[in-house]
Nanobody, 123 residues
Framework: QVQLVESGGGLEQTGGSLRLSCAFSGGTSSDYSMGWFRQAPGKEREFVALISRSGSNTYYQDSVKGRFTISRDIAKNTVYLQMNSLKPEDTAVYYC????????????????WGPGTQVTVSS
């Protein structure tokens, strides 16, 4: 059974940086497209960044383009989200997700989810 565990969240000031990590276990990570999603209080879960199985293709929500970078280390079974130039509107619980096969934007297409990690950006 695939399991995902996020780490690296915390409290940061506006303009600061954080790096989230997602540890993958219970399968062959290179068989799975991976994504980072976030959910702020009172809002729906939204995709932030996605990465293909090989890591050669990435996709970003418009609001994070140029600030966030998704990457994966297949040998370490880990996916990362480097977040720079953080803004208060980035405050949310960030979730790592995995799906077998090609990348999809919709959260409903992802079968496996981590418990989430809180990111809070103070103004």
């Amino acid at each position: 059974q695939v399991q995902l565990v996020e780490s690296g969240g915390g409290l940061e000031q506006t303009g600061g940086s954080l790096r989230l990590s997602c540890a993958f276990s219970g399968g062959t990570s290179s068989d799975y497209s991976m994504g980072w999603f976030r959910q702020a209080p009172g809002k729906e879960r939204e995709f932030v960044a996605l990465i293909s199985r090989s890591g050669s293709n990435t996709y970003y929500q418009d609001s994070v383009k140029g600030r966030f970078t998704i990457s994966r280390d297949i040998a370490k079974n880990t996916v990362y989200l480097q977040m720079n130039s953080l803004k208060p509107e980035d405050t949310a619980v960030y979730y790592c997700a995995a799906r077998a096969g090609a990348t999809r934007i919709g959260s409903y297409d992802y079968n496996y989810w981590g418990p989430g990690t809180q990111v809070t950006v103070s103004s």
